[in-house]
Every structure is written in C-alpha cells, then in structure tokens.
C-alpha cells in the first residue's frame, strides 16, 4: 500500500507599524510537523504562535491556500500580529514587504489548466495579504481588527480573482470602489 500524505501548518506572522509591512520570521515562514491526531491544525497554529510568544499581540489569523509539498500537504496561514512600535525594533530579523516584491520576483510559472500550480514561497505569501486585502473590503469583524494601519499598507495589494500565471497580463483584480455600493 502505498504511503499516505501528512498534513502540515506553515504561518507567515506579518506586523504593519508606520513604516510598512514586515515578515518578522525573517524571510521565511514558521512550519510544523505533522499535525497530531488529536490535534486539528488551528490548534498547531496556536501552539506555533505560542513557541513565537505572540499571545494576545495576533490580531486576525486567516487560512489563505494549501499545497502538497513533498509528500505534504501544507495549510497556509497569515497572522497579523500587532506591534506597539517599530516592528524591527521588537523583531530584528524582519523583512520588509511590499507589494513590489512581486515585480522583482517576476510571475509564477504558468500551470496548465488541468495542471497543480508549484508556487514559490513569496507567492504564497503574497497571495495570503491579497487574501487579507479582500478581507478589509468585505469582512467587517477581521476589517475592524486590522485597524487603520493594516487597512493603509494593504491597499496597495489588489485581491487577484484570476490570471496569476498570465504573461505578460496583469491578474483580474477586485475593483474596491464596487464594494462601497
């Protein structure tokens, strides 16, 4: 018989202070193991963002995609977490982002339509703030929690609906004006 995949959790832990926003990880994001049976992979984000002694400093925890990686399949999550000041300042290893990053990196490989998308790293976590960006348009609770600041520094990242592996088309993207009707 052959072997089974296990499920893993990766979480992308993001602050937005003055400045911008930061991926206090560093360049990477925090990932599991295998789930515990008696466990559910919510409760693996927590005891991840318990390791990290986010505490009540998580704001909104999102799961935005999964993946199979290596005989895996990985659970996505982006956790706003909320900074008192500077976020380099608490966090030395944090990593700017900006939505320019996806200019630098380029596209993601084109997936044929029947195909399994192979994302890189910082599409995923790309794709996870556009999932939050949609989230200050249409989810009031989580809109709320962000605050002023998350709201501000998001703008910039058009929730995508379709066409990320397009060349050389941009993705089609939410019109937020059209939400405000």
């Known amino acids: 018989m052959p072997e089974t995949m296990n499920v893993r959790v990766e ?13 206090i990880s ?21 005891y991840i963002l318990d390791e990290h002694e986010i505490g009540d400093k998580l704001q909104v925890i999102h799961s935005t995609s999964w993946r199979a990686d290596s ?17 380099r300042k608490l966090w030395p290893e944090a990593a700017p982002i900006s939505p ?7 596209n993601p490989a084109p997936t044929p339509p029947t195909g399994e998308p192979i994302p890189r790293y910082i599409d995923v976590l790309l794709h996870g703030l556009r999932h939050f960006r949609f989230l200050t348009l249409t989810d009031g609770p989580a809109r709320d ?10 703008e910039a990242f ?12 941009e993705p089609i ?3 937020p004006t059209i939400l405000d009707r």
């Not at 992308?12 to 930061?22: K, M, R, S």
């Not at 320019?100 to 380029?106: C, H, I, N, W």
């Not at 929690?145 to 998001?154: D, F, N, S, V």
């Open 145 to 154: 929690a962000l605050g002023e600041g998350w709201r501000k520094h998001l």
């Open 71 to 87: 005989g895996y399949v990985i659970l996505t999550y982006i956790a706003a977490i909320h900074s008192p000041g500077l976020a």
């Open 100 to 106: 320019d990053l996806a200019a630098q990196v380029g």
């Open 158 to 169: 058009a929730p995508a609906l379709s066409g990320m592996y397009e060349y050389p088309d």
């Open 11 to 23: 979480i992308w832990p993001v602050v937005a202070d003055e400045i911008g926003l930061w991926l």
């Open 26 to 46: 560093g360049l990477d994001a925090w990932r599991s193991g295998n789930v515990p049976y008696d466990l559910g992979p919510r409760d693996e984000v927590q």
């Open 173 to 175: 993207t939410i019109d």
